[in-house]
């Protein structure tokens, strides 16, 4: 519990000191219009409340990332609290500030046209087609995860009750992605935002309440999970691609424009995107915590479960045993909710990212049917594919991981090219340094996992060491690059 309590308390510091160090970096400008006053078009471009902004940002950022990756990621010990801590700070609330303001600046552009702008036309195409895929990615796992939960609590846990949770919230999915951001996403995220931090502090209490003999950092870092799920895997890039969204996340860069769309003002850019990051590794520190509980140290039979329970069961029994009935509820709320508004607020990405790059007005209701239609169907069809599969979930969500973690990749060497051509000194090592980390993680991972090309996990740390190494190499040339056409300009 020491470790736990040492690691909150980083996250709060790393707001309050390496927020305001990247804040400075990036310079906000306070006077300057953003695109929700200078493009307001009562659909997309809509100025909101600062505090709905970042509830909404929290929200669609959040899904089930910060909680089933968490509880996954538990399983390989308290090297998890680390990768959170660390992750958050330096690698995924810088990336999701960044983008966001960057985003901002440049009239609420959607992802692809910032890594066109700095990495070239040729990687926005190819980035374009990866969004793409992320996203309906994003919208199949967010439909798969919470019917599995309503289908446990409101139906008997049978494939007909959990087929029609999915018909349901499918069609949730069509109408939030074709109305105004202020008719629904402005109105109900608020209260699911409420619902999700509601339940990561009830919990936390009942952490402290409990004190459970948890695995501290100090008792070591190997992995601690042969007995639940993990064996095998070896922490490094495994535990980096599935605790994704409570440290650094593509994913989150795909939505933070939706949201730079909205903001009033540039210097609001730091509560918004670099805290609502900081709140999702809150979550997911005290999710690692209670499955730390629940794996280790009794949790599981204290619930009336085992340790081979699979995430969303651990959400389901935990929070029932823990809250009480009216606790349970909103708290389970608050992990329904927080999938299901991350898959529409992704399909809503999907469309605006579609029809920037297709020139395609979106204000018109007609405009909006000829992207939404055609983009439903391939996310049905993806997501029926993988609900006929008896391993559909975890099959899904690893390759989701993998290519969350990949489109981090393009986001951080956009930044960094970005700082580089703007600012002085060192600056973009803030981003270029977890580029170079982050490109490790996602190409090791692709050739070591079953999932990719199964090389020997003994070889992952010497592939992750030479990938580090070149991509090092790398930023260094870039570096030496921009210097000398800087000398040859004065």
Not at 46 to 75: C, D, H, R, S, Y
Not at 97 to 106: A, H, I
Not at 424 to 438: D, E, N, V
């Amino acid at each position: 519990m020491i470790s736990l309590i040492l690691s909150l308390i980083a996250l709060v510091l790393g707001y309050l000191l390496y927020g305001r160090f990247v804040e400075r970096i990036f310079g906000p400008e306070r006077d300057r219009p953003t695109p929700a006053i200078s493009k307001a078009d009562g659909v997309d471009y809509v100025a909101l409340p600062t505090w709905e902004v970042f509830m909404i940002q929290f929200l669609n950022i959040a899904g089930t990332g910060p909680i089933f990756g968490a509880i996954m990621g538990a399983k390989f010990g308290p090297a998890s609290y680390l990768w959170i801590v660390f992750g958050c700070i330096f690698a995924g609330a810088v990336h999701d500030y960044m983008t966001g303001m960057l985003s901002l600046r440049k009239g609420g552009v959607g992802l692809p046209e910032i890594i066109g702008d700095y990495l070239g036309q040729g990687t926005k195409k190819v980035v374009l087609l990866f969004t793409l895929l992320l996203l309906v990615l994003v919208a199949a796992v967010f439909v798969y995860s919470p019917a599995i939960i309503l289908g446990d609590i409101a139906g008997d846990g049978t494939s007909r009750s959990m087929m029609i949770w999915v018909g349901v919230i499918f069609i949730y999915y069509f109408v939030a992605t074709m109305l105004p951001i202020d008719k629904i996403i402005a109105k109900v995220y608020p209260i699911f935002a409420f619902a999700l931090i509601f339940m990561a502090l009830a919990l936390m209490v009942g952490l402290f309440v409990k004190w459970p003999s948890i695995p501290e950092i100090w008792d070591g870092l190997a992995n601690r999970g042969p007995s639940v799920g993990v064996k095998g895997q070896p922490i490094f890039p495994c535990l980096f691609i599935t605790i994704a969204c409570g440290a650094i996340s593509g994913f989150h860069a795909t939505q933070s424009p939706l949201m730079a769309r909205c903001l009033k003002n540039e210097r609001l850019g730091r509560p918004v995107f670099y805290g609502s990051m900081i709140t999702e590794g809150l979550v997911a520190l005290v999710w690692a915590a209670v499955s730390s509980y629940f794996f280790f140290d009794g949790g599981a039979a204290e619930c009336g479960s085992d340790i081979t329970a699979a995430a969303p069961t651990v959400v389901t029994t935990v929070s029932k045993s823990w809250l009480g009935i009216l606790g349970g509820v909103l708290a389970i709320l608050g992990v329904v909710a927080a999938p299901i508004t991350s898959g529409d607020t992704a399909l809503r990405s999907t469309r605006l990212i579609i029809a920037d790059f297709l020139k395609f007005d979106q204000k018109p209701v007609r405009n909006r049917l000829l992207i939404s239609v055609p983009l439903f169907i391939v996310t049905g069809l993806l997501l029926w594919f993988n609900i006929a599969d008896t391993n559909g979930f975890n099959t899904i969500w690893r390759y989701f991981g993998w290519a969350n973690q990949t489109l981090a990749v393009f986001s951080l060497w956009a930044v960094t090219v970005y700082l580089l051509k703007n600012k002085k000194g060192l600056r973009y090592l803030i981003s270029g340094i977890p580029a170079a980390f982050m490109t490790a993680v996602s190409v090791t991972f692709i050739l070591v996992d079953n999932v990719g090309f199964g090389v020997k996990a003994e070889a992952a740390p010497w592939i992750g060491l030479i990938t580090f190494a070149l991509a090092g190499a790398l930023l260094s040339g870039m570096k030496m690059r921009h210097d000398s056409r800087q000398s040859e300009n004065k």
